[in-house]
């Protein structure tokens, strides 16, 4: 029992390290549970560029859109995305989720706004369709 309190007074500040990574690694969990994105948390630290590459214009339409039609966030989320051009597995990959995940979401998304394509979002939402950026 010594000396386990002799191996705890000696690598205390270690142990501090390693119960702080632990308690950092189980809030990311619960937060990535809980929806949040790295898109979602730049929100609160880089305001502007938080929605990627949609202009001010952009975003207050989509937040325009999303109430009237009922978005969840997650779905609001996916909307963003896809006028930013992203493909179905790069919505998945930018929201960690699988594709078909991400895929059903943007039924949803389709559902909800009436409408069957990306053309046909774009031109229901009166935005210009872009080639993607990089």
Known sequence: MALC???VEQFASNIMVLLSILAANAAMIILVRRGVTPIRSAEL???EQATGDLDAA????VDRVAAACGLGEREKEVLTLLLE???ASEVASAMVVANGTAKSHIRHVYKKLGVHSRDELFEKLGIEREEKKG
């Open 58 to 61: 952009r975003r207050a339409k």
């Open 45 to 47: 630290f880089e305001g």
């Open 85 to 87: 051009g992203c493909s």
């Open 5 to 7: 309190f002799a191996l």
